[in-house]
Every structure is written in structure tokens, then in C-alpha cells.
């Protein structure tokens, strides 16, 4: 059975930073594109970031970039987000999601993890 566990969420003030880790089990992690999405309150659950599964080849969503550092080990069957100079609309519960192949495809999903929350105070 595939799991995936996010961790490293909590509450920080504007400008700090937080690292999110997903562990993933019941699977060849290596095989497999990953990725995180976020959901804000009373928003729809939004595109973060992706990893290929070598970590050769990374997109995000512009209100990211140059802030937020996908990076995956897959000898621990990890995938991180780094996530710096945060702001308050970074606010949100960020889950993790494993692909169903090696290169993230839109819709493409295969499994989730439950969440983890971020709050970013002003």
C-alpha cells in the first residue's frame, strides 16, 4: 500500500522559512514523478511544484519561484520543498503527490498524502 506522510509544516512569520518532507513507502520511489499542490481557505488546491523522477527536470508556479526549492533523495525516498521568503498568501495546507510515471503530466495523479499545514503571519 502506498503512503505518503508530509512534514516540516508549521507557523512562521513573513519572510522565514520552512522545509516540507514527504516520505514515501509501499512503492520504488525512484520511479516516479512527485510533486506538491496547496490548498488555501475557501481556494482550490493549486499547483506548487514538480520533480521528475532523476530530479533533472523541476517546475513551479510563478508566485514561487525563486523562493520554493523542490529537491528529492530518492535513496530515502524523499521529496522536500524548501520554501524561503515566505509571505501570508503562502498560507495553506500543502500536500505532497506522486505521479504515475517518471514525468509529471497534468491530472496525472496517482497518490496523495494527507497534508500538512503552513501559516505565514504578517
Known amino acids: 500500500q502506498v503512503q505518503l506522510v508530509e512534514s516540516g509544516g508549521g507557523s512562521v512569520q513573513a519572510g522565514g522559512s520552512l522545509r516540507l518532507s514527504c516520505a514515501a513507502s509501499?512503492?520504488?520511489?525512484?520511479?516516479?514523478?512527485m510533486g506538491w499542490f496547496r490548498q488555501a481557505p475557501g481556494k482550490e488546491r493549486e499547483f506548487v511544484a514538480t520533480?521528475?523522477?532523476?530530479?533533472?527536470?523541476?517546475s513551479y508556479t510563478d508566485a514561487v519561484k525563486g523562493r520554493f526549492t523542490i529537491s528529492r533523495d530518492n535513496a530515502k525516498r524523499t521529496v522536500y520543498l524548501q520554501m524561503n521568503s515566505l509571505e501570508p498568501e503562502d498560507t495553506a495546507v500543502y500536500y505532497c503527490?506522486?505521479?504515475?510515471?517518471?514525468?509529471?503530466?497534468?491530472?496525472?495523479?496517482?497518490?496523495w498524502g494527507q497534508g500538512t499545514q503552513v501559516t505565514v503571519s504578517s
Open positions: 509501499g512503492l520504488t520511489f525512484s520511479n516516479y514523478a
Open positions: 520533480i521528475s523522477w532523476s530530479g533533472g527536470s523541476t
Open positions: 503527490v506522486r505521479y504515475q510515471t517518471g514525468w509529471p503530466k497534468p491530472a496525472d495523479f496517482a497518490a
